[in-house]
Protein backbone atom coordinates (compact mmCIF):
# COMPACT_ATOMS: atom_id res chain seq x y z
CA UNK A 1 0.00 0.00 0.00
CA UNK A 2 1.50 3.22 -1.38
CA UNK A 3 2.27 5.97 1.77
CA UNK A 4 -0.06 9.60 1.98
CA UNK A 5 3.27 11.47 1.03
CA UNK A 6 4.29 9.66 -1.98
CA UNK A 7 0.30 9.68 -3.29
CA UNK A 8 0.36 13.79 -2.95
CA UNK A 9 3.62 13.78 -4.71
CA UNK A 10 1.80 12.08 -7.73
CA UNK A 11 -0.88 14.26 -7.11
CA UNK A 12 0.90 17.62 -7.45
CA UNK A 13 3.03 16.64 -10.09
CA UNK A 14 -0.04 15.98 -12.15
CA UNK A 15 -1.21 19.80 -11.35
CA UNK A 16 1.52 20.85 -12.54
CA UNK A 17 1.24 19.75 -16.17
CA UNK A 18 -2.19 20.88 -16.11
CA UNK A 19 -1.09 24.20 -15.60
CA UNK A 20 1.55 23.88 -18.24
CA UNK A 21 1.03 25.80 -21.12
CA UNK A 22 0.38 23.23 -24.07
CA UNK A 23 2.65 24.94 -26.48
CA UNK A 24 5.87 23.92 -24.17
CA UNK A 25 4.84 20.29 -24.51
CA UNK A 26 5.12 20.38 -27.95
CA UNK A 27 8.36 20.30 -29.83
CA UNK A 28 8.73 23.61 -31.53
CA UNK A 29 11.07 24.38 -34.17
CA UNK A 30 12.02 27.54 -37.13
CA UNK A 31 10.57 26.09 -40.87
CA UNK A 32 12.70 28.63 -43.74
CA UNK A 33 10.52 30.04 -46.28
CA UNK A 34 13.15 30.86 -49.47
CA UNK A 35 12.20 33.70 -51.77
CA UNK A 36 14.03 34.21 -54.96
CA UNK A 37 14.14 36.35 -57.82
CA UNK A 38 16.51 34.82 -60.90
CA UNK A 39 16.90 38.33 -62.54
CA UNK A 40 18.29 40.06 -59.16
CA UNK A 41 16.17 42.88 -58.59
CA UNK A 42 13.46 42.27 -56.59
CA UNK A 43 9.58 40.94 -56.85
CA UNK A 44 8.45 44.13 -58.60
CA UNK A 45 5.14 44.15 -56.46
CA UNK A 46 4.50 40.74 -55.82
CA UNK A 47 4.23 39.58 -52.70
CA UNK A 48 3.50 36.31 -50.51
CA UNK A 49 1.81 36.93 -47.02
CA UNK A 50 2.34 33.84 -44.47
CA UNK A 51 -0.71 32.93 -42.47
CA UNK A 52 0.12 30.90 -38.96
CA UNK A 53 -2.78 28.87 -37.38
CA UNK A 54 -4.83 31.33 -39.44
CA UNK A 55 -3.00 34.33 -37.80
CA UNK A 56 -1.05 36.96 -40.32
CA UNK A 57 2.43 36.55 -39.71
CA UNK A 58 3.97 39.32 -42.06
CA UNK A 59 3.54 40.15 -46.02
CA UNK A 60 7.30 39.45 -47.57
CA UNK A 61 9.08 40.09 -51.34
CA UNK A 62 12.48 38.88 -52.50
CA UNK A 63 14.96 41.33 -52.05
CA UNK A 64 17.48 41.64 -54.82
CA UNK A 65 18.11 38.05 -55.75
CA UNK A 66 16.66 36.46 -52.66
CA UNK A 67 16.39 36.28 -49.14
CA UNK A 68 15.25 34.15 -46.21
CA UNK A 69 11.97 34.52 -44.09
CA UNK A 70 12.36 32.02 -40.47
CA UNK A 71 8.55 31.01 -39.30
CA UNK A 72 8.67 29.65 -35.62
CA UNK A 73 6.64 26.60 -35.19
CA UNK A 74 5.27 24.04 -33.18
CA UNK A 75 3.99 20.59 -34.62
CA UNK A 76 0.67 19.82 -35.73
CA UNK A 77 0.21 24.14 -36.38
CA UNK A 78 -0.68 25.26 -39.59
CA UNK A 79 1.39 27.57 -42.19
CA UNK A 80 -0.48 28.74 -45.34
CA UNK A 81 0.85 31.13 -47.63
CA UNK A 82 -0.81 33.65 -49.78
CA UNK A 83 1.08 34.61 -53.42
CA UNK A 84 -0.35 38.07 -54.89
CA UNK A 85 1.30 38.66 -58.41
CA UNK A 86 3.53 41.43 -59.33
CA UNK A 87 5.51 42.12 -62.74
CA UNK A 88 7.76 40.21 -64.21
CA UNK A 89 6.23 36.67 -62.80
CA UNK A 90 9.21 34.17 -64.48
CA UNK A 91 11.38 35.62 -62.12
CA UNK A 92 10.02 34.67 -58.86
CA UNK A 93 10.02 31.43 -56.80
CA UNK A 94 9.90 30.24 -53.42
CA UNK A 95 10.45 27.06 -51.16
CA UNK A 96 8.67 26.06 -48.06
CA UNK A 97 11.14 23.76 -46.01
CA UNK A 98 11.32 22.22 -42.62
CA UNK A 99 13.77 22.80 -40.16
CA UNK A 100 15.86 19.69 -41.18
CA UNK A 101 15.73 21.20 -44.80
CA UNK A 102 12.74 18.81 -45.97
CA UNK A 103 10.91 20.46 -49.12
CA UNK A 104 7.44 21.01 -47.74
CA UNK A 105 6.40 23.29 -50.75
CA UNK A 106 7.47 25.40 -53.76
CA UNK A 107 5.98 27.48 -56.84
CA UNK A 108 7.49 29.14 -59.49
CA UNK A 109 8.74 30.80 -62.18
CA UNK A 110 5.36 32.04 -61.92
CA UNK A 111 4.25 31.29 -58.72
CA UNK A 112 -0.12 30.15 -58.64
CA UNK A 113 -1.66 33.11 -57.12
CA UNK A 114 -3.60 32.95 -54.11
CA UNK A 115 -3.43 30.52 -51.10
CA UNK A 116 -1.15 27.43 -51.08
CA UNK A 117 -2.05 24.99 -47.93
CA UNK A 118 -2.33 24.63 -44.97
CA UNK A 119 0.92 22.80 -44.22
CA UNK A 120 0.97 21.06 -40.78
CA UNK A 121 3.99 21.49 -38.83
CA UNK A 122 6.42 18.96 -38.16
CA UNK A 123 9.79 19.52 -36.21
CA UNK A 124 10.87 16.01 -36.56
CA UNK A 125 10.97 15.75 -40.60
CA UNK A 126 14.79 15.20 -41.49
CA UNK A 127 15.81 14.75 -45.02
CA UNK A 128 17.13 11.20 -46.87
CA UNK A 129 20.72 11.64 -47.69
CA UNK A 130 21.44 13.99 -50.37
CA UNK A 131 17.69 14.78 -50.84
CA UNK A 132 18.69 18.80 -50.21
CA UNK A 133 21.61 21.21 -49.54
CA UNK A 134 21.48 20.36 -45.57
CA UNK A 135 21.63 16.35 -46.31
CA UNK A 136 24.42 16.86 -49.20
CA UNK A 137 26.55 13.71 -49.47
CA UNK A 138 30.38 14.42 -49.10
CA UNK A 139 32.93 14.17 -52.07
CA UNK A 140 35.89 14.63 -51.83
CA UNK A 141 38.88 16.04 -54.77
CA UNK A 142 39.92 13.35 -57.05
CA UNK A 143 37.23 11.26 -56.60
CA UNK A 144 34.60 9.50 -59.17
CA UNK A 145 31.52 8.00 -57.41
CA UNK A 146 28.54 6.35 -59.19
CA UNK A 147 25.21 8.65 -58.60
CA UNK A 148 21.67 7.48 -59.05
CA UNK A 149 18.90 9.72 -58.80
CA UNK A 150 16.30 7.54 -58.91
CA UNK A 151 12.94 7.64 -57.27
CA UNK A 152 14.62 11.33 -55.77
CA UNK A 153 10.96 13.33 -55.09
CA UNK A 154 13.65 16.51 -55.41
CA UNK A 155 14.41 19.66 -52.98
CA UNK A 156 12.52 22.26 -55.10
CA UNK A 157 15.99 24.29 -56.22
CA UNK A 158 15.55 25.27 -59.22
CA UNK A 159 18.66 25.13 -61.23
CA UNK A 160 19.68 27.96 -63.60
CA UNK A 161 20.29 25.40 -66.65
CA UNK A 162 19.00 22.60 -68.36
CA UNK A 163 15.42 21.24 -68.14
CA UNK A 164 14.72 20.86 -64.62
CA UNK A 165 12.04 18.87 -63.25
CA UNK A 166 12.91 17.60 -59.87
CA UNK A 167 14.88 14.56 -58.89
CA UNK A 168 17.87 16.22 -58.11
CA UNK A 169 20.75 15.17 -55.73
CA UNK A 170 22.98 16.85 -53.63
CA UNK A 171 27.19 16.78 -52.70
CA UNK A 172 29.00 18.67 -51.07
CA UNK A 173 33.10 18.97 -50.89
CA UNK A 174 35.31 21.15 -49.57
CA UNK A 175 37.71 23.43 -51.89
CA UNK A 176 41.47 22.10 -52.08
CA UNK A 177 44.56 24.42 -51.64
CA UNK A 178 44.56 25.12 -55.90
CA UNK A 179 41.53 26.62 -55.06
CA UNK A 180 40.10 25.23 -58.52
CA UNK A 181 37.85 22.28 -58.95
CA UNK A 182 36.47 20.33 -62.31
CA UNK A 183 33.19 18.67 -62.25
CA UNK A 184 32.13 16.01 -65.05
CA UNK A 185 29.29 14.01 -64.98
CA UNK A 186 29.85 10.27 -67.85
CA UNK A 187 28.12 6.98 -68.47
CA UNK A 188 27.61 4.12 -66.38
CA UNK A 189 25.06 2.37 -68.15
CA UNK A 190 22.16 4.53 -67.09
CA UNK A 191 21.58 8.06 -67.57
CA UNK A 192 22.56 9.77 -70.79
CA UNK A 193 21.57 13.46 -70.15
CA UNK A 194 22.38 15.21 -67.20
CA UNK A 195 22.19 19.06 -65.44
CA UNK A 196 25.00 20.15 -62.83
CA UNK A 197 24.34 23.48 -60.62
CA UNK A 198 27.03 24.68 -57.90
CA UNK A 199 25.54 26.89 -55.38
CA UNK A 200 27.45 28.45 -52.92
CA UNK A 201 27.16 29.93 -48.81
CA UNK A 202 28.09 29.06 -45.55
CA UNK A 203 24.84 27.89 -44.71
CA UNK A 204 22.78 24.74 -46.44
CA UNK A 205 19.71 27.13 -45.88
CA UNK A 206 21.13 30.07 -47.04
CA UNK A 207 22.86 29.63 -50.78
CA UNK A 208 23.70 31.53 -53.65
CA UNK A 209 23.48 29.90 -57.66
CA UNK A 210 26.61 29.42 -58.97
CA UNK A 211 28.09 28.22 -62.65
CA UNK A 212 25.19 26.15 -64.13
CA UNK A 213 25.78 23.23 -67.01
CA UNK A 214 24.09 21.13 -68.82
CA UNK A 215 26.16 19.76 -71.87
CA UNK A 216 29.36 20.93 -71.99
CA UNK A 217 30.92 17.30 -71.58
CA UNK A 218 30.73 14.59 -74.05
CA UNK A 219 27.30 13.88 -75.46
CA UNK A 220 24.92 15.62 -73.21
CA UNK A 221 26.79 15.18 -70.39
CA UNK A 222 27.78 17.75 -67.75
CA UNK A 223 31.01 19.73 -67.22
CA UNK A 224 31.99 22.61 -64.67
CA UNK A 225 35.47 24.19 -64.34
CA UNK A 226 36.14 26.75 -60.97
CA UNK A 227 38.60 28.65 -60.28
CA UNK A 228 40.24 31.14 -57.71
CA UNK A 229 37.90 29.88 -55.12
CA UNK A 230 38.99 30.23 -51.07
CA UNK A 231 40.89 26.61 -50.11
CA UNK A 232 38.75 24.90 -47.28
CA UNK A 233 35.36 26.78 -48.51
CA UNK A 234 32.66 24.39 -48.83
CA UNK A 235 30.78 23.31 -52.61
CA UNK A 236 27.29 22.31 -52.29
CA UNK A 237 26.60 20.41 -56.11
CA UNK A 238 23.02 19.93 -57.41
CA UNK A 239 22.91 16.96 -59.71
CA UNK A 240 19.69 15.97 -62.19
CA UNK A 241 18.67 14.25 -65.00
CA UNK A 242 17.19 16.35 -68.09
CA UNK A 243 13.48 16.48 -68.03
CA UNK A 244 12.97 14.68 -64.94
CA UNK A 245 15.18 11.64 -66.44
CA UNK A 246 16.19 9.01 -63.23
CA UNK A 247 19.52 6.48 -63.48
CA UNK A 248 22.91 6.12 -62.53
CA UNK A 249 26.00 8.16 -64.11
CA UNK A 250 29.16 8.86 -63.07
CA UNK A 251 30.15 11.92 -61.34
CA UNK A 252 33.75 13.16 -60.93
CA UNK A 253 35.26 16.01 -58.66
CA UNK A 254 39.04 16.52 -59.80
CA UNK A 255 41.49 18.89 -58.68
CA UNK A 256 43.57 20.54 -61.68
CA UNK A 257 45.89 22.20 -59.44
CA UNK A 258 47.66 25.40 -59.85
CA UNK A 259 48.10 26.97 -63.74
CA UNK A 260 51.15 29.04 -63.87
CA UNK A 261 51.68 31.52 -67.00
CA UNK A 262 55.13 31.81 -68.44
CA UNK A 263 54.97 32.71 -71.89
CA UNK A 264 51.86 32.83 -75.09
CA UNK A 265 51.77 33.36 -78.59
CA UNK A 266 48.58 35.53 -77.50
CA UNK A 267 48.77 38.88 -75.53
CA UNK A 268 49.22 38.86 -72.00
CA UNK A 269 46.84 41.05 -69.96
CA UNK A 270 48.02 41.77 -66.72
CA UNK A 271 45.91 43.02 -64.10
CA UNK A 272 46.44 44.30 -60.59
CA UNK A 273 43.63 46.11 -58.24
CA UNK A 274 45.77 46.88 -55.17
CA UNK A 275 43.86 44.86 -53.10
CA UNK A 276 40.34 45.67 -54.37
CA UNK A 277 37.09 43.49 -55.42
CA UNK A 278 36.19 44.26 -59.08
CA UNK A 279 32.66 44.99 -59.11
CA UNK A 280 29.68 45.14 -60.96
CA UNK A 281 29.46 48.79 -60.92
CA UNK A 282 31.49 51.11 -60.37
CA UNK A 283 35.16 50.59 -62.28
CA UNK A 284 37.40 50.52 -59.38
CA UNK A 285 41.31 51.96 -60.29
CA UNK A 286 43.48 48.80 -61.25
CA UNK A 287 46.75 48.64 -63.29
CA UNK A 288 47.15 47.05 -66.08
CA UNK A 289 50.08 46.09 -68.49
CA UNK A 290 49.87 44.44 -71.65
CA UNK A 291 52.76 42.25 -73.26
CA UNK A 292 52.63 41.73 -77.06
CA UNK A 293 55.65 41.35 -79.39
CA UNK A 294 53.81 41.66 -82.32
CA UNK A 295 51.65 39.29 -84.33
CA UNK A 296 53.09 35.54 -84.28
CA UNK A 297 55.84 36.47 -81.61
CA UNK A 298 56.27 34.48 -78.13
CA UNK A 299 55.14 36.92 -75.48
CA UNK A 300 57.23 35.60 -71.92
CA UNK A 301 55.79 37.12 -68.79
CA UNK A 302 59.41 38.38 -68.11
CA UNK A 303 59.30 40.86 -70.75
CA UNK A 304 58.79 44.71 -70.70
CA UNK A 305 54.91 45.85 -71.42
CA UNK A 306 55.70 47.78 -74.14
CA UNK A 307 52.30 47.59 -75.51
CA UNK A 308 50.84 49.30 -72.45
CA UNK A 309 51.73 50.08 -68.97
CA UNK A 310 49.48 52.35 -67.24
CA UNK A 311 46.26 52.93 -65.77
CA UNK A 312 42.37 51.40 -66.24
CA UNK A 313 39.00 51.26 -64.45
CA UNK A 314 37.92 48.37 -64.62
CA UNK A 315 34.07 46.43 -63.40
CA UNK A 316 32.57 43.57 -63.78
CA UNK A 317 30.53 42.86 -67.40
CA UNK A 318 27.36 41.66 -68.22
CA UNK A 319 24.11 40.03 -66.91
CA UNK A 320 24.35 35.93 -67.51
CA UNK A 321 27.90 35.60 -68.52
CA UNK A 322 28.43 37.61 -65.38
CA UNK A 323 27.75 34.42 -63.12
CA UNK A 324 30.41 32.59 -65.11
CA UNK A 325 33.34 31.04 -63.37
CA UNK A 326 35.20 33.11 -65.61
CA UNK A 327 34.16 36.72 -65.33
CA UNK A 328 33.92 38.80 -67.92
CA UNK A 329 35.18 42.02 -67.61
CA UNK A 330 34.85 46.08 -69.13
CA UNK A 331 37.58 48.92 -68.68
CA UNK A 332 39.18 51.83 -70.18
CA UNK A 333 42.28 53.04 -70.25
CA UNK A 334 42.94 55.96 -68.14
CA UNK A 335 46.26 58.74 -67.58
CA UNK A 336 47.79 59.51 -64.59
CA UNK A 337 44.69 62.03 -63.85
CA UNK A 338 42.11 59.54 -64.09
CA UNK A 339 41.00 60.63 -67.36
CA UNK A 340 40.14 58.93 -70.24
CA UNK A 341 43.45 58.22 -72.37
CA UNK A 342 42.86 56.57 -76.20
CA UNK A 343 45.53 54.24 -77.01
CA UNK A 344 45.85 51.23 -79.61
CA UNK A 345 46.24 48.32 -77.50
CA UNK A 346 47.62 44.75 -78.90
CA UNK A 347 47.04 46.98 -82.87
CA UNK A 348 43.70 48.25 -82.77
CA UNK A 349 42.91 51.41 -83.36
CA UNK A 350 43.11 54.14 -80.61
CA UNK A 351 40.19 54.36 -78.15
CA UNK A 352 39.59 54.29 -74.17
CA UNK A 353 36.85 51.78 -74.24
CA UNK A 354 37.40 47.97 -74.15
CA UNK A 355 36.24 44.52 -73.33
CA UNK A 356 37.33 40.98 -71.86
CA UNK A 357 35.01 38.61 -73.35
CA UNK A 358 34.51 35.38 -71.32
CA UNK A 359 35.34 32.44 -73.07
CA UNK A 360 33.76 30.14 -70.69
CA UNK A 361 30.47 28.44 -72.40
CA UNK A 362 32.85 28.20 -75.63
CA UNK A 363 34.96 25.52 -75.79
CA UNK A 364 36.38 26.14 -79.12
CA UNK A 365 37.38 29.75 -78.07
CA UNK A 366 36.41 30.76 -81.47
CA UNK A 367 32.85 31.79 -81.71
CA UNK A 368 33.14 35.31 -80.40
CA UNK A 369 36.05 35.69 -83.27
CA UNK A 370 34.05 34.22 -85.82
CA UNK A 371 31.22 36.03 -85.62
CA UNK A 372 32.99 39.29 -85.56
CA UNK A 373 34.90 38.41 -88.64
CA UNK A 374 31.86 36.90 -90.90
CA UNK A 375 30.40 40.27 -89.88
CA UNK A 376 33.26 42.73 -91.21
CA UNK A 377 33.44 40.26 -94.10
CA UNK A 378 29.97 40.96 -95.05
CA UNK A 379 30.88 45.16 -95.37
CA UNK A 380 29.67 45.59 -92.02
CA UNK A 381 31.23 47.24 -88.91
CA UNK A 382 31.66 44.28 -86.51
CA UNK A 383 34.02 44.99 -82.55
CA UNK A 384 37.58 43.35 -83.40
CA UNK A 385 38.61 40.87 -80.92
CA UNK A 386 41.43 39.24 -80.59
CA UNK A 387 42.18 36.07 -78.36
CA UNK A 388 44.21 37.27 -75.13
CA UNK A 389 45.96 35.52 -71.42
CA UNK A 390 44.78 37.43 -68.58
CA UNK A 391 46.33 37.57 -65.26
CA UNK A 392 44.70 39.26 -61.81
CA UNK A 393 46.90 39.78 -58.58
CA UNK A 394 48.98 37.52 -59.94
CA UNK A 395 45.90 34.64 -60.62
CA UNK A 396 45.81 32.96 -64.02
CA UNK A 397 42.17 33.52 -65.41
CA UNK A 398 42.40 31.60 -68.71
CA UNK A 399 41.77 32.97 -71.87
CA UNK A 400 39.48 35.51 -72.82
CA UNK A 401 38.42 37.72 -76.09
CA UNK A 402 39.92 40.74 -75.87
CA UNK A 403 38.34 43.72 -77.93
CA UNK A 404 36.41 47.24 -78.83
CA UNK A 405 32.88 48.00 -76.58
CA UNK A 406 30.60 48.91 -79.04
CA UNK A 407 29.73 52.30 -79.00
CA UNK A 408 29.24 55.50 -81.09
CA UNK A 409 32.46 56.19 -82.49
CA UNK A 410 34.24 57.45 -86.37
CA UNK A 411 36.44 54.28 -85.86
CA UNK A 412 33.73 52.03 -84.04
CA UNK A 413 30.01 52.33 -84.80
CA UNK A 414 29.40 54.95 -86.91
CA UNK A 415 26.10 56.43 -86.72
CA UNK A 416 24.73 59.66 -85.78
CA UNK A 417 25.04 60.88 -82.48
CA UNK A 418 21.95 61.77 -80.33
CA UNK A 419 21.33 64.72 -76.99
CA UNK A 420 18.58 65.27 -74.87
CA UNK A 421 17.22 68.09 -76.72
CA UNK A 422 16.84 66.56 -80.32
CA UNK A 423 13.31 65.36 -79.90
CA UNK A 424 11.61 66.20 -83.29
CA UNK A 425 12.19 65.77 -87.04
CA UNK A 426 15.73 64.17 -88.69
CA UNK A 427 17.32 65.03 -85.36
CA UNK A 428 15.22 61.82 -83.08
CA UNK A 429 15.62 59.67 -85.71
CA UNK A 430 19.10 58.69 -83.72
CA UNK A 431 21.47 56.50 -84.37
CA UNK A 432 20.30 54.41 -81.43
CA UNK A 433 22.13 51.00 -79.69
CA UNK A 434 19.08 48.96 -78.69
CA UNK A 435 20.22 44.96 -77.51
CA UNK A 436 17.97 42.23 -76.06
CA UNK A 437 19.38 41.58 -72.65
CA UNK A 438 18.14 41.36 -69.10
CA UNK A 439 15.41 44.18 -68.86
CA UNK A 440 13.38 45.54 -66.59
CA UNK A 441 10.76 48.59 -66.49
CA UNK A 442 13.27 51.16 -66.42
CA UNK A 443 15.57 50.16 -69.20
CA UNK A 444 13.35 48.97 -72.05
CA UNK A 445 9.75 48.56 -73.39
CA UNK A 446 8.14 45.53 -74.59
CA UNK A 447 7.52 44.82 -78.96
CA UNK A 448 4.13 44.15 -79.76
CA UNK A 449 5.59 41.24 -81.94
CA UNK A 450 7.13 37.80 -79.93
CA UNK A 451 9.00 35.08 -81.48
CA UNK A 452 6.83 32.87 -84.11
CA UNK A 453 7.97 29.60 -82.09
CA UNK A 454 7.19 31.32 -79.50
CA UNK A 455 3.78 33.40 -78.73
CA UNK A 456 4.01 33.39 -75.43
CA UNK A 457 7.35 34.97 -74.62
CA UNK A 458 7.44 38.78 -73.61
CA UNK A 459 10.07 40.28 -75.95
CA UNK A 460 11.91 43.68 -74.56
CA UNK A 461 14.69 45.62 -76.51
CA UNK A 462 17.05 47.20 -73.33
CA UNK A 463 17.96 50.99 -74.30
CA UNK A 464 21.59 51.10 -74.67
CA UNK A 465 22.53 54.61 -75.73
CA UNK A 466 21.60 57.22 -75.36
CA UNK A 467 21.14 54.96 -71.88
CA UNK A 468 18.26 54.72 -69.70
CA UNK A 469 18.90 57.26 -67.55
CA UNK A 470 19.41 59.71 -70.70
CA UNK A 471 16.95 58.99 -73.28
CA UNK A 472 13.80 61.15 -73.32
CA UNK A 473 10.23 60.09 -73.91
CA UNK A 474 9.88 61.47 -76.99
CA UNK A 475 12.91 59.66 -78.11
CA UNK A 476 11.91 56.40 -76.95
CA UNK A 477 8.06 56.65 -78.65
CA UNK A 478 10.18 57.58 -81.95
CA UNK A 479 12.51 54.30 -81.49
CA UNK A 480 9.73 52.27 -80.61
CA UNK A 481 7.41 53.63 -82.92
CA UNK A 482 9.71 53.03 -85.63
CA UNK A 483 10.65 49.21 -84.63
CA UNK A 484 7.18 48.38 -84.32
CA UNK A 485 6.20 49.17 -87.85
CA UNK A 486 8.96 47.37 -89.32
CA UNK A 487 8.04 44.22 -87.17
CA UNK A 488 4.72 45.06 -88.27
CA UNK A 489 5.76 45.07 -92.22
CA UNK A 490 8.09 41.96 -90.84
CA UNK A 491 5.25 39.75 -89.98
CA UNK A 492 2.89 41.36 -92.61
CA UNK A 493 1.48 39.35 -95.59
CA UNK A 494 3.52 42.20 -98.04
CA UNK A 495 6.33 41.26 -96.13
CA UNK A 496 8.41 41.34 -99.71
CA UNK A 497 6.88 44.30 -101.23
CA UNK A 498 9.39 47.03 -101.94
CA UNK A 499 6.96 49.87 -101.03
CA UNK A 500 5.04 48.64 -98.05
CA UNK A 501 7.88 45.28 -96.55
CA UNK A 502 10.21 45.58 -94.20
CA UNK A 503 13.09 46.85 -96.87
CA UNK A 504 11.70 50.43 -95.77
CA UNK A 505 12.77 49.91 -92.32
CA UNK A 506 16.11 48.15 -92.57
CA UNK A 507 19.06 48.51 -94.58
CA UNK A 508 19.84 45.06 -95.61
CA UNK A 509 22.22 45.40 -98.98
CA UNK A 510 20.44 43.60 -101.39
Not at 293 to 299: A, D, K, Q, T
Not at 443 to 452: C, F, G, Q, Y
Request: hydrophobic content about 35%; charged content about 20%; some cysteine.
Amino acid sequence: MMNSTFMRGIFLSALVLLFIPQKLLTQCCDYTLILQDEYGDGWNGAELEVFINAESFGVFSAEEFGNNVLLPTCNGEEITLNYSTGEYENENSYLLLASGGVLVHSDGPEPSEGESGPFIADCDLEPAPGASPCSAMQLTPDECISADNSAVVGSGYTPNCSEYDGGDIWYSIGVPESGNLVFQTADNGGMNDTGIQLWFGEECFSLEDGPCDDDGGTGYFSFITVSNLTPGEIIYVQLWGYGGAEGSFELCALDPGIVELEQSLLPIFLIETNGEEILDEPKIDASLKVIYNGLGEVNFLADEPENYNGQIGIEIRGATSAGYPQTPYSFETRDALGENNNVSLVDMPEENDWVLLSNYNDKVLMRNLLASHLFERMGEYAPRVRLCEVQINGDYQGIYAFGEKIKVDDGRLDIATLNVTENDGDDVTGGYILELNYHNSQNSWELNNTSLNHPDFDVHLVYKYPKPEVITEPQKEYIASYVDSMETALYGDDFMSMDEGYRNYMDINF
